[in-house]
């Protein structure tokens, strides 16, 4: 049997497609860099800003209007208080001690406190260890559950709320700080393994086989190994489940009726902008009261928040 050589390729085609070659990577390469030199040049940083200050500007009026009376609510715009004065803080007084025959505020956001804090630890331990499972342990139908959980976050909390209203009633739960909590935390566990496994997944496996090889165990390797490591994944995904259990409204008032006594801060929102729809300076400083924990905790973990969103978007 013989056989053929190919024929050499001439010179001049290998240069020409050397050349070509180089110039669509250029090409390329030069087209990000457009891109990039675009969205950072001197223009875009004055558009960001500019959007920036718009979307500020009525976000500012509603804070200097907490601190304004009445009478210069009703009589003037917010920006005169910029040059005129007339700032007091009766507004804050008078919603956190209770004013015009309202309950303090006070007590609800310590009840905003006890459904936010469970809502977000029970998640983010049941995630956790769910997540280390899909990402390091083999099961039978291991893919098929990884996708049942991943399809469950396409399921609209309102198509629950009933069933799950029923079910705390049946069992004794109903109007009570668990049903709330069971129902955040049934809510974001979909979300929070998918964020979780992902995060998991990019460690490097001898690091794992070499505490196996040390004799530890999945619980050992789970909290002295791995729980370290994706504390910016937790914080991430805490900052997320932390605001929105902080600012929800349908949940509760579904869970507690309306009760007073477990009523969270949004509930109590809702209940001065009816009652006290006219009387902007009490409204205002409510608003204000119940945003500060929210910014507090966004700007004090605010370093791992940007950590966990980077971490998964590449691989190796």
């Given at each position: 049997?013989?056989?053929?050589?190919?024929?050499?390729?001439?010179?001049?085609?290998?240069?020409?497609?050397?050349?070509?070659?180089?110039?669509?990577?250029?090409?390329r390469?030069?087209?990000?860099?457009?891109?990039?030199?675009?969205?950072s040049?001197?223009?875009?940083?004055?558009?960001a800003?500019?959007?920036?200050a718009?979307?500020?500007?009525?976000?500012f009026?509603?804070?200097?209007?907490?601190?304004?009376?009445?009478?210069?609510?009703?009589e003037?715009?917010?920006?005169?208080?910029?040059?005129?004065?007339?700032f007091?803080?009766?507004?804050y007084k008078?919603?956190?001690n209770?004013?015009?025959?309202q309950?303090?505020?006070?007590?609800?956001?310590?009840?905003?406190?006890?459904?936010?804090?469970?809502?977000?630890?029970?998640?983010?331990l049941?995630a956790?260890?769910?997540?280390?499972?899909?990402?390091?342990?083999?099961?039978?139908?291991?893919?098929?559950?990884?996708?049942?959980?991943?399809?469950l976050?396409?399921?609209?909390?309102?198509?629950?709320l009933?069933?799950?209203?029923?079910?705390?009633?049946d069992?004794?739960?109903?109007?009570?700080?668990?049903?709330?909590?069971?129902?955040?935390t049934?809510?974001?566990l979909?979300?929070?393994?998918f964020?979780?496994?992902?995060f998991?997944?990019?460690?490097?496996?001898?690091?794992?086989?070499?505490?196996?090889?040390?004799?530890?165990?999945h619980?050992r390797?789970?909290?002295?190994?791995?729980?370290?490591?994706?504390?910016p994944?937790?914080?991430?995904?805490?900052?997320?489940?932390?605001?929105?259990?902080?600012?929800?409204?349908?949940?509760?008032?579904?869970?507690?009726?309306?009760?007073?006594?477990?009523?969270?801060?949004?509930?109590f929102?809702?209940?001065i902008?009816?009652?006290?729809?006219?009387?902007?300076?009490?409204?205002?400083?409510?608003?204000?009261?119940?945003?500060?924990?929210?910014?507090?905790?966004f700007?004090?973990?605010?370093?791992?928040?940007?950590?966990g969103?980077l971490?998964?978007?590449t691989k190796?």
């Amino acid at each position: 049997m013989s056989t053929m050589t190919p024929a050499p390729v001439p010179a001049s085609v290998a240069d020409t497609a050397v050349a070509d070659a180089g110039h669509k990577l250029k090409k390329r390469k030069s087209a990000a860099g457009n891109a990039a030199r675009a969205v950072s040049s001197r223009w875009a940083s004055v558009f960001a800003v500019a959007m920036a200050a718009l979307w500020t500007i009525p976000t500012f009026g509603l804070f200097v209007t907490s601190f304004r009376k009445q009478e210069d609510i009703q009589e003037t715009g917010w920006w005169h208080a910029l040059t005129g004065g007339g700032f007091t803080l009766d507004n804050y007084k008078g919603v956190l001690n209770g004013a015009e025959g309202q309950l303090p505020l006070t007590d609800f956001f310590v009840n905003s406190l006890v459904i936010v804090i469970p809502s977000v630890l029970l998640p983010l331990l049941l995630a956790s260890l769910a997540a280390y499972a899909f990402a390091w342990i083999d099961f039978p139908f291991k893919n098929a559950l990884f996708v049942a959980v991943f399809a469950l976050q396409i399921v609209p909390l309102q198509v629950a709320l009933l069933p799950l209203v029923t079910m705390y009633q049946d069992i004794g739960l109903g109007g009570s700080y668990w049903s709330v909590w069971l129902s955040h935390t049934a809510f974001s566990l979909p979300l929070a393994v998918f964020l979780l496994h992902n995060f998991m997944k990019e460690i490097p496996a001898s690091l794992l086989e070499a505490a196996r090889v040390d004799g530890a165990g999945h619980v050992r390797i789970f909290f002295q190994v791995l729980l370290p490591l994706i504390a910016p994944a937790l914080a991430s995904f805490g900052i997320f489940q932390f605001l929105w259990v902080w600012n929800d409204l349908l949940v509760a008032l579904a869970m507690f009726g309306g009760k007073p006594d477990l009523a969270p801060l949004t509930m109590f929102l809702n209940t001065i902008s009816g009652t006290l729809g006219n009387r902007w300076y009490l409204l205002s400083a409510a608003a204000f009261v119940s945003i500060a924990l929210p910014v507090a905790v966004f700007l004090a973990l605010q370093r791992y928040f940007v950590r966990g969103l980077l971490a998964g978007g590449t691989k190796g």
